[in-house]
């Protein structure tokens, strides 16, 4: 995990809202087609428990993303994220469809990201988070990058520097050590 500043930590404890591009952050980057056409993503299972960490403890989690797929549909359902915004090429309008719809402001909102057409949701947002294998533009424009690439626990590692930085942690690790 990056060094945490002061002003990262701030960001950090006002996150009530995480939103999360797909292809390279959630994924790898890589896109498999199968011999039917189908395209295939591979998650990662950390990110997965991360993502439902952070939903238990009342911090929503949201996806904006270029494509659609019915691979990601599935994992989606799977981690019970509902506020879905797929097929999107104005990122920008999307987050702005999305603080109008849930009602948090801008500056309480973390966004992960990795290429450019992440940009500008990263303008826009308090904590603005660069995968380490993000393109430069966009780790140049992130308050943080992670230690992890993305699909390899990216997601895993922002939502746990966010359950530390509001102190609640500990009390997870306590019920999997008491379990």
């Not at 960001?11 to 797909?22: G, H, I």
């Not at 992960?112 to 966009?138: N, S």
Request: charged share 25%; with cysteine; aromatic share 4%.
């Amino acid at each position: 995990m990056p060094k945490i500043t002061a002003d990262i930590q701030a960001r950090l404890e006002q996150v009530q809202l995480l939103l999360l591009d797909v292809d390279g952050v959630l994924t790898d980057g890589g896109i498999i087609y199968n011999a039917a056409g189908e395209e295939i993503k591979r998650f990662h299972v950390k990110d997965g428990l991360g993502i439902r960490l952070l939903m238990e403890t009342g911090i929503r989690v949201g996806i904006i993303t270029g494509r659609r797929s019915p691979a990601l549909t599935h994992r989606l359902n799977n981690l019970g994220i509902e506020l879905v915004l797929d097929g999107i090429h104005d990122k920008a309008a999307a987050l702005t469809d999305i603080t109008a719809r849930v009602g948090v402001d801008n500056r309480h909102i973390s966004f992960l990201g990795d290429d450019l057409p992440d940009l500008p949701v990263m303008k826009r947002v308090g904590l603005a988070v660069a995968v380490a294998d993000a393109c430069y533009e966009v780790k140049e424009s992130a308050h943080m990058i992670t230690a992890a690439g993305g699909g390899k626990g990216a997601v895993r590692e922002l939502c746990e520097a966010v359950l530390k930085a509001k102190g609640l942690w500990e009390g997870i690790l306590e019920r999997f050590l008491t379990s």
